[in-house]
């Protein structure tokens, strides 16, 4: 009898945390040695839609009925404060923080499991560089801090499902809907920009994406000839009131500049495979990121496999395994109050901001200079798909398991001690 394991998380939703809650899922599916349930998960308004017929190997163990037993192993994919312990041996996995600190909820819930793991060296860092001091009578009796092992383990990339497209292949493609669309933009230079546009003021939001497009309007206003912007993003949701807002917000930046390029908004859901062809595309020639922080970093992992250069901060999870692209100065700085998120991203916390005249020179330089920027992409791809990659990724995920989480009784070999050969009298009948 396999020993039973619960696994809670986002499974079902369009979020990053629900890629990684499925990788991982399917990760200790393949190691076939629980009996596995699954307590599917909101993740703040994200769609809950990711699960399609294809994904039955995840949704036939999703639990919707009636109380479950305590489990041998608890797996919980969320953010620490909210870490329960509900097995024999408790796991909680995270993908950290992308600031300095992190509240001390988080270190309280990562002190109630057994184990923690995040994606990133920063993530880690973070965590255990985090100590908080416990008065009494204006004295510190004693310090906060994160007591249990904190292990890393990278997000790794589904190559099957991310690689390269040659060009004449792509064209080959067909009537593919996304393709369809990005055929109808007449630059033929688009650098792509991805991620949600969160809370906080101009060039306070976690990925500066307000930022980023106002560099690139300076960058390119008033030339003859200029490149355009892919912008994929949404607040949470992929409504119409969201798409509007998001238009409006790109319209009151390029509204400061004569003869802006054009920023196109790529609205709603994509599936992974259209995605692909989304960095594929041979009009995107560059990712662009003026991200202030990342617990990882999933889309820059996702689009190196496409072979095309980078251009982004370097700082945070990210550098783990973006070790050739257009690296971004600037200084590591205060959290703006506008993006201060309760018990999450605290006002005493910083993150790192770019150099704006730097990152402008460093757009025109990849325009301009494409040619000789290339070859960044290609050792990336290189890099990624060759360390950072699932099957890397479940081979350790297989490895932190067999170093922390107890055996069952089952699987543990018994030590008897072992005895000479003895030689024993021979028996008579009484009165032989």
């Not at 949470?236 to 802006?260: G, P, W, Y």
């Not at 020639?285 to 970093?297: N, Q, W």
Request: proline share 5%; charged share 25%; glycine share 6%.
């Amino acid at each position: 009898m396999k020993p039973f394991l619960i696994f809670q998380g986002p499974v079902a939703t369009r979020s990053g945390y629900g890629d990684h809650s499925r990788d991982l899922l399917r990760s200790i599916i393949a190691m076939n040695k629980y009996d596995i349930k699954v307590i599917s998960l909101r993740w703040g308004n994200t769609p809950m839609n990711a699960l399609g017929p294809d994904d039955s190997d995840i949704s036939s163990l999703i639990h919707t009925q009636g109380n479950l037993p305590s489990p041998d192993v608890f797996v919980q994919v969320s953010v620490p404060n909210e870490f329960q312990r509900h097995g024999k041996y408790n796991i909680g996995i995270t993908a950290g923080m992308e600031t300095t600190l992190v509240h001390q909820d988080w270190i309280e819930g990562c002190n109630r499991m057994d184990l923690v793991v995040v994606p990133s060296e920063h993530a880690k860092n973070v965590l255990l560089n985090t100590v908080y001091s416990k008065m009494q009578d204006g004295k510190e009796v004693d310090k906060l801090l994160v007591r249990k092992p904190v292990e890393v383990l990278f997000e790794g990339v589904d190559t099957d499902t991310y690689f390269e497209i040659k060009k004449h292949d792509y064209q080959k493609l067909g009537d593919a809907t996304i393709k369809e669309s990005l055929d109808t933009i007449p630059e033929d230079f688009c650098f792509l920009q991805m991620g949600h546009w969160l809370q906080g003021d101009h060039g306070h939001d976690r990925k500066d994406i307000g930022g980023c497009i106002e560099t690139f309007c300076k960058a390119f206003s008033g030339r003859s000839k200029k490149p355009a912007m892919i912008l994929k993003t949404s607040h949470a949701t992929f409504s119409i009131l969201d798409r509007e807002d998001m238009i409006q917000k790109v319209e009151n930046i390029r509204a400061h500049f004569k003869d802006a390029p054009n920023v196109y908004l790529l609205h709603g859901e994509l599936t992974d495979s259209e995605v692909n062809l989304l960095y594929n595309h041979p009009k995107v020639k560059s990712m662009v990121s003026f991200t202030h922080g990342e617990g990882y970093g999933r889309p820059l992992a996702e689009f190196s496999t496409s072979g095309k250069p980078i251009i982004s901060t370097w700082w945070s999870g990210h550098k783990d395994f973006l070790k050739h692209s257009v690296r971004l100065v600037g200084q590591v700085g205060q959290i703006h109050e506008s993006a201060v998120w309760d018990k999450v991203i605290i006002p005493e916390s910083q993150w790192f901001y770019v150099n704006y005249k730097f990152a402008q020179k460093a757009l025109q330089d990849m325009y301009s200079k494409y040619k000789n920027q290339k070859e960044l992409g290609r050792r990336q791809k290189y890099y990624i798909t060759n360390n950072f990659d699932l099957k890397t990724m479940d081979k350790k995920f297989v490895e932190l398991f067999s170093k922390y989480v107890p055996k069952p009784v089952s699987e543990m070999a018994l030590d008897l001690p072992s005895f000479d050969s003895m030689e024993l009298p021979t028996l008579q009948k009484a009165g032989e």
